[in-house]
């Protein structure tokens, strides 16, 4: 009866060959090409260090009042205004100002590089089944893969720093923007669009002036989940040398400093809310605005 409670299984001698031959293979490809697939990122390293230096260098009176005035733009709501200049001002309080700012020069960078490759990918899914069946999986594997995982071959190829850590959020982060992409698409209305064939619409100007902002509420819903969880990726990319608030929390993990694990993890919190409010507030707004359209 041993043969119920074992499981039938590749020999021990060839599952170890196999693996020593694509961990061999993997070594060698990162050799080959590692310096030319690092050369390629230069651009995403530039805008990320630029990114991160025009964060930390603008004066805070200078953030706080720009994200006030986004926060009013996009709710139209001063308790969502006032929340969000009380969580900017008590984390320079807590002097926390600095690594917040490049946390949030981080999450700048992988939302705009999540909307750029996102969008097209979702758009391109809306218009093909095919496409849709071969890429979804695809999304299911990025979405529930550990997220340690992420950084092996991406630490094998680039090193230690901010693009390898910066690849790796983008990674995790970017599944809720092509499927709701994709989503917001496929829900517009059949007859908007015979509407829009009726008076003679091509292919482009459907998708720029119906599809897309009939889709644009759900798309910001994407958006908002993205970076919802670019932020909750900010420890784990740290281990790879993102700088930010993930880097205190994992010293204090390290050093099991309680207070500063706390701190930096309520101003994660807070800017994450910070951009949850913005986002769900201008959703809201342009899914009645778009309602009272249609």
């Not at 651009?43 to 930390?56: G, K």
């Not at 603008?58 to 009013?72: C, F, G, K, S």
């Not at 829900?187 to 091509?202: I, N, T």
């Not at 969880?229 to 400093?257: F, R």
Request: aromatic share 8%; proline share 5%.
């Amino acid at each position: 009866m041993e043969w119920l409670t074992r499981f039938p299984h590749m020999d021990d001698e060839t599952l170890r060959i196999l693996k020593k031959g694509i961990d061999d293979g993997f070594r060698a490809f990162t050799r080959a090409y590692g310096d030319a697939i690092e050369s390629f990122f230069d651009p995403l390293q530039f805008f990320l260090i630029n990114a991160e230096r025009i964060m930390v260098r603008t004066p805070w009176p200078v953030i706080v009042i720009v994200v006030a005035l986004i926060a009013w733009l996009a709710s139209r709501n001063w308790k969502i205004v006032i929340g969000c200049i009380a969580t900017l001002l008590a984390i320079g309080y807590f002097d926390m100002w600095e690594d917040t700012m490049k946390t949030m020069s981080m999450i700048f960078v992988c939302t705009v590089l999540s909307i750029v490759i996102g969008i097209p990918i979702g758009i391109a899914m809306s218009r093909s089944e095919r496409l849709q069946n071969m890429v979804n999986p695809v999304l299911d594997i990025m979405q529930t893969m550990p997220s340690f995982v992420y950084l092996i071959p991406v630490v094998m190829l680039l090193g230690i720093g901010k693009v390898p850590g910066l690849i790796a959020v983008v990674i995790y982060a970017i599944p809720p923007m092509i499927r709701l992409t994709n989503l917001g698409i496929r829900l517009v209305d059949k007859e908007v669009l015979e509407a829009a064939d009726a008076f003679g619409s091509s292919a482009w100007q459907k998708l720029r002036d119906v599809q897309m902002p009939l889709a644009l509420p759900t798309i910001m819903a994407g958006i908002n989940q993205t970076i919802m969880m670019a932020l909750a990726m900010v420890v784990i990319a740290s281990m790879i040398g993102v700088q930010g608030l993930g880097q205190p929390v994992l010293k204090a993990i390290a050093n099991q400093y309680f207070t500063l694990g706390i701190f930096n993890g309520l101003a994660i919190v807070g800017i994450a809310i910070v951009f949850d409010r913005i986002s769900q507030a201008y959703g809201r707004r342009l899914q009645r605005h778009t309602e009272t359209v249609h």
